[in-house]
T-cell receptor, first 114, second 116 residues
Framework: GESVGLHLPTLSVQEGDNSIINCAYS??????FIWYKQESGKGPQFIID?????DKRQGQRVTVLLNKTVKHLSLQIAATQPGDSAVYFC?????????????FGKGTKLSVIP | GAVVSQHPSRVICKSGTSVKIECRSL??????MFWYRQFPKKSLMLMAT?????????EQGVEKDKFLINHASLTLSTLTVTSAHPEDSSFYIC????????????FGQGTRLTVV
């Protein structure tokens, strides 16, 4: 299940099931979005990105969905594996602003139950 | 993908001393590098944007005299935490952008700073 509180929201998923991680972004002017995976004690790893002219993009085992109307982003991981356990962050950027500053969301901890 | 190397990965220092963290782009030239700070179970907070050959741009609330940033070459940016105090203990992460591929930033592995 999913819990929200003082700690990171946590999503627990059985190995082999699909995972859906959600993110609400803040700036309606943002037009570029990225999902990152961060394992404990390491820097973020790029997973997948999407531009605002798309509403869906697929990678290997991952799909990102973008709903600009409600400023919502989701990451779907198919056939979740123990190695997918990590904290997942969405990040947003305004590509036309002349910089590459990313604003990170709060993160969701994914725990995969073997 | 491109590789960004951050060093050291862990450092423990005494209160009042200064610590330098290096961020190197190993196989590309980084026109822009970013420094983030991350507290336990929290998200990454941008501290400053570092452009090669110019002064860094600091985010609101980040003391530029406390966190000195130097980006002297296209492959190296350094963050120096001056006169460190226990409240500076944190996880510091850099990212670098390849100016020729303007769509992706690559992250270092982070530096765990503990000030005792």
């Amino acid at each position: 299940g999913e819990s929200v509180g003082l700690h990171l929201p946590t999503l627990s998923v059985q190995e082999g099931d699909n995972s859906i991680i959600n993110c609400a972004y803040s700036n309606s002017a943002s037009d570029y979005f990225i999902w990152y995976k961060q394992e404990s004690g390491k820097g973020p790893q790029f997973i997948i990105d999407i531009r605002s002219n798309m509403d869906k993009r697929q990678g290997q085992r991952v799909t990102v969905l973008l709903n600009k109307t409600v400023k919502h982003l989701s990451l779907q991981i198919a056939a979740t594996q123990p190695g997918d356990s990590a904290v997942y962050f969405c990040a947003e950027n305004i590509s036309g602003a002349g910089s590459y500053q990313l604003t990170f969301g709060k993160g969701t901890k994914l725990s995969v139950i073997p | 993908g491109a590789v960004v190397s951050q060093h050291p990965s862990r450092v423990i220092c005494k209160s009042g001393t200064s610590v330098k963290i290096e961020c190197r782009s190993l196989d590309f030239q980084a026109t822009t590098m970013f420094w983030y700070r991350q507290f336990p179970k929290k998200s990454l907070m941008l501290m400053a944007t570092s452009n090669e050959g110019s002064k860094a741009t600091y985010e609101q609330g980040v003391e530029k005299d406390k966190f000195l940033i130097n980006h002297a070459s296209l492959t190296l940016s350094t963050l120096t935490v001056t006169s460190a105090h226990p409240e500076d203990s944190s996880f510091y992460i850099c990212s670098a952008m390849d100016g020729s591929v303007n769509t992706e930033a690559f992250f270092g592995q982070g530096t765990r700073l503990t000030v005792v």
